[in-house]
């Protein structure tokens, strides 16, 4: 439905210039004056007061992309209304880009895609990682060799996550299952004072000063009354379903993007498609992802 409606590229910047500017006077995202003119022919205006000219996608994930809008929107709503997110193969598929230029644009709205507010987590809030990597099962034998060097989460990344019952899920890739790093997050997301759920790991263990703290056994059973990390649990299973079933290979180094896009699909779960759309339309201004940035490159000249 979105490709067919935004495939007029005047209707697609039609819309995006009533959602960036809904009392209809573009503002330059350099000097915010709304003194400007059109450039019909090239979809652009020309500021008057710092004479340097500016699109819709200026100050935005889209910006200096050659891409259209026409696919840009489209693309943004296959992302937010695709339960187990949606593979670059088929964005390149469906809307006749590269597959290259596809995974820089899921990318990039995932990047709007976070949740950059510090609200923290209250009333009843439980808390779990796991381990994300590929099945032995599944790889050719020089591939396991290379990857598989130990038992059990030998090899594999390391995710954190809390969930507030009947609320939001906060979470992300973590180094470490110590101590030091668990209770950092949970200290700075968790309220003082919550009703706090986890398993048996030890590196829980002191919470119970600051938090109302319930540990269930997994040696001995799921559910203990109203203590368990079922709601968390399913929250893996959902991000797994995403990660195997249609993103297949996910280097560790970007992992923290599919979290964050799981997390907002989890989040919005009791919005209809098109206010998913609207939410991480309104998220699109501000925020900027290069290429260099993407793949590592502007941390590799950083350190040389």
Known sequence: ?????????????????????????????????KDNSYISTRRIWKCKGCKRQFSA????????????????????????????GISSYEIHR???????????????IREAMQDKTS???????????TFIGGKARNMHKAKRA???????????????????????VIAGHVATRTKK???????ERVEAGAAIFSDELKSYDGLENEYKHQVINHAVEYVNGNVHTNTMENFW??????????????EPFHLFRYIDEQAFRYNTRKLTDAERFVGVMSQVAGRRLTLAELTGKELDAAMS
Request: neutral net charge.
């Open 57 to 84: 996608k200026s100050g935005t994930i889209m910006e200096d992309s050659p891409i259209g809008l026409e696919k840009w929107l489209p693309a943004i709503w296959m992302l937010c209304g695709c339960k187990n």
């Open 119 to 129: 609200n923290k987590l209250g009333g009843e809030v439980e808390m779990d990682e």
């Open 94 to 108: 469906d809307l006749g880009v590269s597959q290259k230029t596809a995974w820089f644009m899921l990318h990039r």
């Open 181 to 187: 790093e668990l209770q950092a997050i949970v200290r």
């Open 237 to 250: 299973s959902l991000l797994k379903r995403g990660l195997h079933g249609t993103y297949i290979s996910v």
């Open 146 to 168: 290379e990857k598989i060097t130990g038992r059990g989460p030998e090899g594999k990344e390391i995710a954190f996550g809390m969930v507030e019952r009947g609320g939001k």
């Open 1 to 33: 439905m979105a490709i067919l409606y935004f495939s007029d590229p005047d209707r697609a910047l039609e819309f995006l210039v009533r959602f960036r500017w809904p009392d209809g006077k573009p503002t330059c995202p350099r000097c915010e004056s």
